[in-house]
């Protein structure tokens, strides 16, 4: 079953997840444990596919078995039991060469255009310890929501369950657990006290400075986890616009709205940047968040497969888009009002790039805000440095959330 599950993962037509969540829909007999075996052995294959298949060569039988057994996450006796003596002793041997003898490629295990420009775009001494912490699993990472609960009543009641849990080294609201547990059951978070957000993704929130009484707009909303936040930034008062060109995933927001206790949130689909509903909101909006469409390179400890997946024309393409939407959105602003430029990228040219095209185009009319500054005012406060150059930038190997940027900018 794990083989047929790699073939299909393998095939990088579809986000993995997408294939995993397609595959377990097909197999309701299997329970929770064995889930998580298979998923966790499908995203160390593709965490580490060049290192595997490498040593998956000297094997015998087929490939997709060979993965398997060499990226096993499951039971260490169930798995000496399913092999023959033979594949136990390859196993072994395979697993016991040292990997700093083997050529970059197979230690680094990206794709040679990402791991050139991750190489040229940090200090020389961090591209190993960034690509280690993005070999790892990521943690699962939950924000409270203030209109229900404060964060140390959240975390006292998840100790008193059982949970290893502890606040996330940044973020007011956030509460990190160990391991994986499944919460969806759990009555903090049927009733909405508690989200799965990363700890970085509460952060962008944050930025905005979103208060009570304004107008905010969500520009990319998505499934609405920064659009929760946002919500209870604003105790549930004025007005929050959260707008996505894809009906499908702001339909994802509609059971985690109800849970939320938001009143103030208004979802809706709109068809581009140019959309009449931003024509009839120009120049009336307080704060706007543009969480932009990216290659996602910053979340490659949960998504592993897009560095597979992505390619350096589809950089050049988002790009395009990134630049697009931003300008889109910064016509809603009035002025004073706030614009906040986000990806889950890693890169420069979805990044700075972007924020320094929108500074040349926009000349005059808006004026760049210090990252640094808007979080200390948000009484963030980290032992790592969480801004660059006065835009926030997290990187996995830095602080443990996954890979973020962030420009703000003041409208004149």
């Known amino acids: ?94 697993l016991a060469i040292d990997i700093a003898t083997m050529p ?18 940090l200090p020389a001494d961090e591209f190993w310890p960034l690509v280690q912490a993005m070999d790892q699993t990521a943690p699962l990472d939950l924000r409270v929501n203030v209109l229900k609960a404060r964060r140390e009543d959240v975390e006292a009641a998840l100790q008193t369950a059982g949970f290893d849990v502890k606040p996330t080294t940044a973020s007011p609201w956030g509460l990190r657990l160990a391991g994986k547990p499944a919460l969806n059951r759990f009555e903090l978070f049927q009733s909405g006290a508690i989200e799965v957000q990363d ?19 969500d520009f990319c909303a998505g499934a609405g986890g920064k659009t929760l936040a946002l919500g209870a930034m604003m105790r549930n008062t004025g007005r929050l616009y959260a707008w996505d060109v894809s009906g499908h995933r702001l339909a994802a927001l509609k059971p985690r709205l109800a849970r939320s206790g938001l009143s103030n949130v208004h979802p809706g689909v ?16 307080d704060r706007v968040l543009v969480d932009a469409p990216c290659s996602g390179l910053g979340t490659l400890r949960r ?44 890169l420069q040219a979805e990044n700075e790039a972007v924020a320094q095209a929108f500074d040349d185009e926009q000349a005059g009319k808006f004026r760049r805000v210090d990252a640094a500054e808007v979080l200390a005012a948000a009484k963030v406060i980290s032992d790592t440095p969480l801004t660059h150059e006065g835009c926030l930038r997290l990187w996995p190997h830095r602080m443990p959330s996954d890979g973020f940027f962030a420009a703000i900018w003041e409208r004149v």
């Open 270 to 285: 709109i068809a581009h940047e140019r959309d009449e509903r931003i024509k009839r909101l120009a120049g009336k909006i």
């Open 1 to 94: 079953m794990t083989g047929e599950l790699l073939a299909a993962v393998l095939k990088l037509d579809q986000p993995a997840d997408a294939v995993l969540s397609a595959f377990f829909k097909q197999r309701h007999a299997l329970g929770s444990r064995e889930r998580h075996t298979l998923a966790e052995t499908a995203y160390a294959v593709l965490r580490r596919k060049p290192y595997f298949g490498h040593l998956a060569q000297s094997g015998n039988g087929p490939l997709e078995r060979r993965l398997a057994i060499l990226a096993w996450r499951g039971s260490p006796s169930f798995l000496d039991g399913a092999l023959a003596p033979l594949e136990r002793d390859w196993r072994a041997q395979a």
């Open 303 to 346: 998504n592993p497969d897009l560095k597979w997946r992505q390619y350096p024309k589809a950089i050049e393409e988002l790009q395009a888009k990134q630049k697009a939407i931003l300008a889109g959105a910064a016509r809603l602003l009035r002025p004073g009002g706030r614009l906040v430029y986000a990806t889950c990228s890693l």
């Open 104 to 121: 970059e490629p197979l230690r680094h295990n990206l794709p040679a255009w990402l791991a050139d420009r991750l190489k040229a775009e």
């Open 199 to 217: 700890e970085g993704s509460q952060l962008l929130a944050l930025l905005t400075g979103a208060s009570r009484g304004e107008m905010v707009v």
